[in-house]
């Protein structure tokens, strides 16, 4: 459900209920829409944020808390640290180093770059950060009680449950969300024409070009023969004067 609420998140390919290993009662799958090699800040925000939506759930429904989202609080953490100690995405300390990893390809242990007195001041930036993400994540789930039982209700029937499957319930009960990315889709199908409408404007340009090169290289060679084959015929006439000259009497007979 934060998935959905949430605009910078990767859309839900898969839902289960079914445990499949220990200590994993089942699990969320996203796929992103578009390959992509790098993530903007928002996006990170956005991934924590629905890292802490099964532990936001089970405060605002049930009161009380679990260790089932152990794993979700351990990679909020390091995604949240590497934020800030990494990827320069923090305001106090800007564009600095704070953290490398070592052995990226064996451990990938963190070592930190920095003072103790600074550990500890990336240590609280860090938690400011979850902490926000976390009350994001309630604010979205408490908003939509409603969805969020509707779905449970749904899942605990089917247990497993597809993207569109999930995506049909949440528009059926939220029809302006629908409205809204419709509406977003349109706009990035625009977007995506006008950008291949420009690329293949500039490749018939960049042909217009070649083809009036490739004239204009024919008109010199053309050029270039006739005034070869003019200098040939004028020394045949040169040559053919010397020749008579030489022979006069031959010319006269």
Known sequence: LVTALEKNAEPVQKITIVPRTMGALGYVLHVPEEEKYLMSKDELLARITMLYGGRAAEELFFDTVTTGASNDIEKATELGRAMITQYGMSEKFGLIGLESIQNRYLDG?????CADVTAAEIDHEVMELLKRCYE???????????????????????????????????????????????????????????????????????????????KTECSEVIEDVNDAETVVGVDEVMEAEDKEEKNPEESDS
């Open 136 to 214: 994001r994540a309630k604010e979205l789930l408490s908003g939509n009680k409603d969805v969020m039982e509707r779905i449970a209700a749904f899942l605990i029937e089917k247990e497993t449950i597809s993207g569109k499957e999930f995506m049909e319930l949440f528009y059926e009960l939220r029809p302006e969300a629908k409205a809204e990315a419709e509406r977003k889709k349109a706009e990035k199908e625009a977007q995506k024409a006008a950008e291949e409408t420009a690329t293949a404007d500039v490749l018939t340009e960049g042909a217009t070009v070649d083809e009036a090169e490739t």
């Open 109 to 113: 242990r963190a070592v930190m770059n």
